[in-house]
């Protein structure tokens, strides 16, 4: 079973050097809990890791940080490769497990991010026996 075109999850971009408040606005705005970092290379988004709104609660809310200050790049996960249409769920599930990330950016045949698929989603597909474009949670 590949990842397939369509990710389960859609997501915004944010970049790196953004504030933390910034990230949470867009979150807001967009209703989006895991955004992808990116950073720009070659006039190109990059996708570098993902920042997720309960590592801005224990991270930087918890312990009283200013997150005007903190940048996204100072909190997000960082992951070893971004998933792409072609790669196998097990392959996927072994690269979520070894980065200790809980989700990965998905990129589409361009190399732009197309969305973020966790592990949940993963075995949802596993599960329910159906190609993950057409079991989209949300």
Request: aromatic share 2%.
């Amino acid at each position: 079973m590949r990842i397939g075109i369509v990710p389960t999850r859609r997501t915004v971009c944010i970049d790196c050097d953004a504030s933390v408040a910034d990230a949470c606005r867009l979150m807001r705005h967009f209703q989006f809990g895991e955004p992808v970092a990116t950073e720009k290379r070659d006039a190109t988004d990059i996708p570098t890791g993902i920042i997720s709104a309960r590592d801005i609660v224990t991270r930087i809310v918890a312990v009283e940080l200013n997150p005007a200050v903190v940048t996204v790049g100072d909190i997000l996960w960082i992951c070893s490769r971004p998933a792409t249409p072609a790669d196998s769920v097990p392959e996927t599930i072994a690269r979520l497990s070894a980065s200790g990330c809980d989700a990965l950016p998905v990129l589409d045949i361009r190399g732009n991010v197309a969305g973020i698929l966790s592990l949940d989603d993963l075995l949802l597909a596993i599960a329910s026996g159906r190609p993950l474009a057409q079991s989209n949670a949300g």
